[in-house]
């Protein structure tokens, strides 16, 4: 059954502002609007009023027709004109009958008009008419932005599955010659420790000169050595979970430990920032619970949502003490209870707003500059916990702290 507009109204309390230079005016209409049971605030002047309309969700504006001597007209165009105004109604008043002015504000995009004193039944009617199609307008917006959010869902969901694919092909592709450098720096250090043997030995047979040459350059040579084989090894081992995660039938569930998955993506995520170069990292320090049991569980799906929410922390922490990184803290315990297995993660970084707390699970929300995320970690993260008939929540004090409690659900549904 189709609702009314009293129906519509009343499923909260609407915010009127009145604008009028007569106090005794805009008091006697706040006071009967508050008795209709709407909350009203009051402006009388134009300055006055755009302040409120910033601070406060108005949803009908009261307008006379004249403020301080001078026509409204450029006041509501103005109103009409700013985006996030424009789809206020606004209903004039006025004791006079300058029909002229009238049709000029009509046009310039006044709801309705009224004239003074005004009539409580007409008042009642004008007003509830207003607030339901504000409120109307208001649903409408939300249900395009929610379609526009899932759409752009569905656009990342298809790239990332095609990003799956095409990760999963390359991997398979660098594992020959990855591993052909790792077996080859390892044939190459064999062979430099020999030779700085050799030259060791033959010391006092070779030229002062040429033995420091051969001596600082075989160092210099076996460093590099070291490098290109903790650097391949650090590759083998993001390219191996890459492997493993691709080969994995997405959301299905075996028996899996989380222990282990917690411990695997810790060492996969450090050995990621390693390879772009970052030595200079956090430590990250486990609390695992021994007494943690197999269950049924997506062991691809979870090593990501835990990788996002620690990927998160690292960022943090590393915002905040770039100057001085032993002062970073992350943990990540476990816990065994009777029906579920509880992961927290916790660090000493940046923290969360309160502001944006309850968007930081919405999909495409980041507070990253632009290139360092898209919003999807988090989001991601709540969806996968979700599948496993888990939650996830969040507590964090800005500047502080930011910890997340994940809990998994031990019945493998």
């Known amino acids: 059954m189709a609702e009314t507009a009293e129906q519509i109204v009343t499923h909260r309390q609407a915010k009127i502002l009145v604008v009028d230079d007569h106090e005794s005016a805009r008091n006697l209409l706040k006071r009967r609007l508050s008795i209709y049971g709407y909350e009203v605030l009051t402006a009388g002047e134009a300055d006055r009023a755009i302040k409120l309309l ?3 969700p108005i949803d009908v504006i009261f307008l006379n027709m004249f403020l301080n001597g001078k026509s409204s007209y450029d006041f509501l165009k103005t109103l009409k004109e700013n985006e996030k105004h424009k789809a206020i109604p606004v209903i004039m008043m006025s004791s006079d009958s300058d029909m002229e002015l009238i049709v000029r504000c009509i046009e310039a995009g006044a709801e309705d008009y009224m004239v003074k004193p005004l009539n409580q039944t007409l008042l009642r009617a ?14 409408e917006i939300a249900y395009l932005a929610k379609i526009e959010q899932g ?16 990760v999963s092909s390359i991997s398979q592709e660098l594992k020959n010659p990855l591993n052909f450098i790792i077996n080859f720096a390892g044939v190459s250090a064999e062979i430099c420790s020999e030779l700085c043997v050799n030259v060791e ?4 047979k070779v030229d002062p000169e040429m033995f420091e040459y051969l001596n600082t350059n075989l160092k210099k040579f076996q460093s590099n050595v070291k490098k290109v084989s903790e650097y391949g090894q ?10 493993s995660q691709s080969n994995e039938e997405g959301g ?4 899996g430990n989380i222990n282990k998955i917690v411990t695997q993506t810790i060492s996969m995520l450090l050995s990621a920032y390693k390879s772009n170069g970052k030595s200079n990292l956090p430590q990250i320090e486990t609390a695992l619970d ?13 090593s990501k949502a835990i990788y996002n929410i620690l990927d998160n922390a690292v960022y943090s922490v590393m915002e905040k003490y770039e100057e001085d990184i032993s002062k970073a803290k992350i943990k990540i315990t476990t816990e065994n209870t009777p029906t579920t297995v509880n992961i927290t993660i916790h660090d000493n970084g940046i923290g969360i707003k309160d502001d944006i707390k309850d968007k930081i699970f919405n999909p495409f929300f980041t507070t990253k500059p632009e290139g360092a995320g898209v919003g999807l970690g988090l989001s991601s993260a709540k969806e996968i916990i979700d599948d496993h008939k888990g939650s ?7 500047g502080e702290f930011a910890e997340f409690n994940i809990t998994v659900d031990k019945g493998g549904r």
């Open 252 to 255: 299905q569930k075996h028996p």
């Open 54 to 56: 910033e601070s406060h």
């Open 201 to 204: 030995e033959k010391k006092d």
């Open 392 to 398: 996830i929540s969040m507590n964090s004090v800005e």
């Open 290 to 302: 021994n007494a943690v049991p197999h269950i049924m569980l997506s062991t691809q799906s979870l």
């Open 151 to 166: 759409q752009k869902q569905i656009v990342a969901q298809e790239k990332m599955a095609s990003i799956g694919v095409l």
């Open 126 to 139: 004008r007003l509830s008419n207003c607030i339901a199609r504000k409120e109307a307008y208001d649903k």
């Open 234 to 243: 650090n590759a083998d081992k993001i390219l191996r979970f890459m492997l």
